[in-house]
Every structure is written in structure tokens, then in C-alpha cells.
């Protein structure tokens, strides 16, 4: 492993990492150095095969199973870490759903499923990890002046663009951008770094319906000025770059993934 990896002495959570767009990340931050807790929900496949490509280069990680919308998975989530890599640096709320309905149809079950995965989840980890970061600082100061530990929360152009049909999901996103926004500022005087990634269509299992549909992928190409569906990779990149010390002065930030998709392409030949 070489001296300029970006994330070298650093251990971090992912959760939902055993495909989409958290595999990658954790691939790419085991690339650049970091020690990586790959987690699952239900089947081990997807992360074991993230740790095989981890190891495959030299790279450090473990596989853990938690629903992490459950307080005591996440509590044995963390605590796994500690015991495999004794200090927690990052954590990378990814884990995230769609259970998509008409609103007329929604039931509570499909509301209640996508809130507590795409948001409870992340209240839940982002306590966790916080707590860890401000033990580790009083057992442990820093010489630099830099973070203690670093919040990556995993949202979407959703927390911006309102989306009929997935009302459930919009609102999840958009929770999530005001929760990310809420505790980066009372964790900065901690030197806690809080901030959220928004991907916009993404080549992943959660939207395969749309992009392996030779019918709907022209609808959605409109919808990417940049005329490209996103790769995971794309999204992992930008990940790194937030989690390592070159972003130590930003805090509360969302960065859009999209091939802007937020900027409203509608109107480019409209209005
Ligand atoms: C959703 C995808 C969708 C994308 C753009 C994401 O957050 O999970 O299904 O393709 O937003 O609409």
C-alpha cells in the first residue's frame, strides 16, 4: 500500500454495502487505505464478494450482518468494529430502499419500511458513531487540528425534486437532508464533520427497473443533461474526497451526483 492513500490509518462503517452504490464505496476507500465494515442485511453474497475484491488487492475488511434500523444491530454493527479494528473514523450512512405506491394506495407498512431504512437508520448510526469519534478524542487527542471523525449521509436529488408515486422515498430524502443539516451544526464544535451525498440516477439494483427497460430508459436519459446514467464508481469517488482530511474545512454540505439532473433540463427547450 502506498503512502498517498487518501484514507491510510482510517476505519470505516458502510453501511448497506454489499451492492450498489455502498460496495463501491467500500471497494474504493479499502483502495485508498482505510480499514472497511462491509454490512448486509439479509444475504452474505453480495459483501462477501466485496471483501473477496477488498482482499484480492491487499486491502483490509470484515462482513457484518445488521438491520440497521434496529437499535441493537447497530449497537453489535459497532461494536464488531471496535473489536475487529479497536477505533471507528467514518461512517457512510448508505443503507437505503424503495417501496414505491400511488399515494392513494400507500399503506403504513410501505411508509413506515422506507422511513426507518433510509432515515431511522441513519439517526441511529450517526449516534453510534458520534459517540465513538468523541471517546476515541478524549482517550486519544490529536496533535493536528483537524476532524475527529467524518458523517457521510447517503441521500438523494429527492430531497430536492418531489417525486409522485415514491412519496415515501422523497420524504425519507428529505428528512435526511435536515437531519444531516441539524447535527453537522451541533456537532461542529466537536469537530465532528457532517455532510450528505445526493446521487441522481445511478446504474444500481434499486432502479433497474427503469434503466433495463428499454421502454423507459429514453425517459429517463431526458432527465441527465450529461446524457448518462451514473456508475456507482462515480458516486464512491466523491465519497472519498468527503471523507478524507482534503475536505476538512466543509461541513453541512450536500454534493449532487447527477449529470445535473438538478438543473431542471425541462426547461431547457420549455418555459
Ligand atoms: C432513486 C432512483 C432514481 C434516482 C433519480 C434515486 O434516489 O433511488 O430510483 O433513479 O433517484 O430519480
Known amino acids: 500500500m502506498t503512502s498517498h492513500q487518501r484514507l491510510a490509518n482510517s476505519v470505516a462503517i458502510i453501511t448497506g454495502s454489499s451492492s450498489g452504490i455502498g460496495k463501491a464505496i467500500a471497494i474504493e476507500m479499502a483502495r485508498e487505505g482505510a480499514s472497511v465494515v462491509i454490512n448486509f442485511h439479509k444475504t452474505s453474497e453480495g459483501a462477501d464478494d466485496a471483501l473477496a475484491q477488498i482482499q484480492a488487492f491487499g486491502g483490509k475488511g470484515i462482513t457484518v450482518k445488521a438491520d440497521v434500523s434496529k437499535e441493537e444491530d447497530v449497537k453489535n454493527l459497532f461494536a464488531r468494529t471496535i473489536e475487529a479494528f479497536g477505533r471507528l473514523d467514518i461512517l457512510v450512512n448508505n443503507t437505503g430502499r424503495q417501496m414505491d405506491a400511488p399515494f392513494l394506495e400507500m399503506t403504513l407498512e410501505q411508509w413506515d419500511g422506507v422511513i426507518s431504512t433510509n432515515l431511522t437508520s441513519q ?60 447535527i453537522a451544526q451541533e456537532l461542529a464544535p466537536l469537530k465532528i464533520r457532517v455532510n450528505a451525498i445526493s446521487p441522481g440516477a445511478i446504474k444500481t439494483p434499486i432502479n433497474k427497473e427503469v434503466w433495463g427497460d428499454p421502454e423507459k430508459l429514453p425517459g429517463l436519459l431526458d432527465l441527465i443533461p450529461y446524457k448518462r446514467i451514473g456508475k456507482p464508481e462515480d458516486v464512491a469517488k466523491a465519497t472519498i474526497w468527503l471523507a478524507s482530511d482534503e475536505s476538512d474545512y466543509v461541513t453541512g454540505e450536500t454534493l449532487y451526483i447527477d449529470g445535473g439532473m438538478m438543473l431542471y433540463p425541462e426547461f431547457a427547450d420549455n418555459g
Do not use: R, T
Open 123 to 182: 439517526f441511529l448510526c450517526s449516534k453510534e458513531a458520534a459517540h465513538q469519534f468523541v471517546k476515541q478524542a478524549k482517550e486519544n487527542p490529536k496533535d493536528e487540528d483537524l476532524s475527529i471523525g467524518k458523517i457521510i449521509c447517503m441521500s438523494s436529488v429527492h430531497d430536492m425534486i418531489p417525486w409522485a408515486g415514491h412519496v415515501n422515498y422523497a420524504a425519507s430524502k428529505g428528512g435526511v437532508l435536515m437531519f444531516m443539516k441539524s
